[in-house]
């Protein structure tokens, strides 16, 4: 099912919780995280939110860096962290550009169609105010608000407009230029998002401290 966001005058394609393994059934605060869909797909792992916890994400085009919210989000942060320990946005692409607006990748399929076969919820604060750098789940219109698969994206505008309905997943530290540079491929009168260059995620790593 294609991941679908309407914003204000756009429609937007937003899809999309070392620690220890979570099957949602035992250990930490990822027991407490429910899980739509396959559940043999999910991989929740336990972070320590008295630890900082960041994913370094090289790309075709250079690397960018975000630390994780774990309190605002610890569900969330929890799947996405199981996705990249077992490498799963390896060779994915950002498949959605829009100048001023976003990034977004983290789609198998590379279309805005796919995720990882399972979703988990973090609803996010009401105050949530989605500025430059932030990074959080895209979802599609029916999901409830704070539903995350796979897809995420990185803001790139200074004023989206989106309202508090899409999970927090953290704030980029380092590398900005970088995510700015990816946003400027594609076109600003193409809603759709179509990138006008591919770029690929090379690889993510999670590193905690």
């Given at each position: 099912m294609?991941?679908?966001l309407?914003?204000l005058?756009?429609?937007v394609l937003?899809v999309?919780?070392?620690?220890?393994?979570?099957d949602?059934?035992?250990?930490g605060?990822?027991?407490?995280?429910?899980?739509s869909?396959?559940?043999s797909?999910?991989?929740l792992?336990d972070?320590?939110?008295?630890?900082t916890?960041?994913?370094?994400v090289k790309?075709?085009?250079?690397?960018f860096t975000?630390?994780?919210?774990t309190?605002?989000?610890?569900c969330?942060?929890?799947?996405f962290?199981g996705?990249v320990?077992?490498?799963?946005?390896?060779?994915?692409?950002f498949?959605?550009i829009?100048?001023?607006?976003v990034?977004?990748?983290?789609?198998?399929?590379?279309n805005?169609?796919?995720?990882?076969?399972y979703?988990?919820v973090?609803?996010?604060?009401?105050?949530t105010k989605?500025d430059?750098?932030?990074?959080?789940?895209?979802?599609?219109q029916?999901?409830?608000?704070?539903?995350s698969?796979?897809q995420?994206?990185?803001?790139?505008g200074?004023d989206?407009?989106l309202?508090?309905?899409y999970?927090v997943l953290?704030h980029?530290?380092?590398g900005?230029d970088?995510?700015?540079?990816i946003?400027?491929l594609?076109?600003?009168?193409?809603?759709s998002?179509?990138p006008?260059?591919?770029?690929t995620?090379d690889?993510?790593?999670?590193t905690?401290?």
């Amino acid at each position: 099912m294609k991941r679908m966001l309407l914003l204000l005058p756009l429609v937007v394609l937003l899809v999309g919780c070392g620690g220890k393994k979570s099957d949602n059934a035992s250990g930490g605060s990822s027991m407490k995280c429910e899980i739509s869909g396959d559940k043999s797909k999910a991989n929740l792992i336990d972070l320590d939110d008295g630890k900082t916890h960041s994913v370094a994400v090289k790309t075709s085009k250079g690397d960018f860096t975000f630390d994780l919210a774990t309190k605002t989000s610890p569900c969330t942060t929890a799947s996405f962290a199981g996705l990249v320990d077992r490498g799963f946005f390896d060779g994915l692409t950002f498949h959605r550009i829009v100048p001023g607006f976003v990034i977004q990748g983290g789609d198998p399929e590379g279309n805005g169609s796919g995720g990882p076969g399972y979703s988990v919820v973090d609803k996010p604060p009401a105050d949530t105010k989605y500025d430059k750098g932030l990074v959080a789940m895209a979802k599609t219109q029916t999901d409830p608000a704070g539903t995350s698969g796979s897809q995420f994206f990185v803001v790139t505008g200074d004023d989206t407009g989106l309202t508090p309905d899409y999970a927090v997943l953290g704030h980029v530290t380092d590398g900005m230029d970088v995510v700015e540079q990816i946003g400027k491929l594609g076109d600003a009168n193409d809603p759709s998002g179509t990138p006008t260059e591919k770029v690929t995620i090379d690889k993510m790593e999670l590193t905690s401290g």
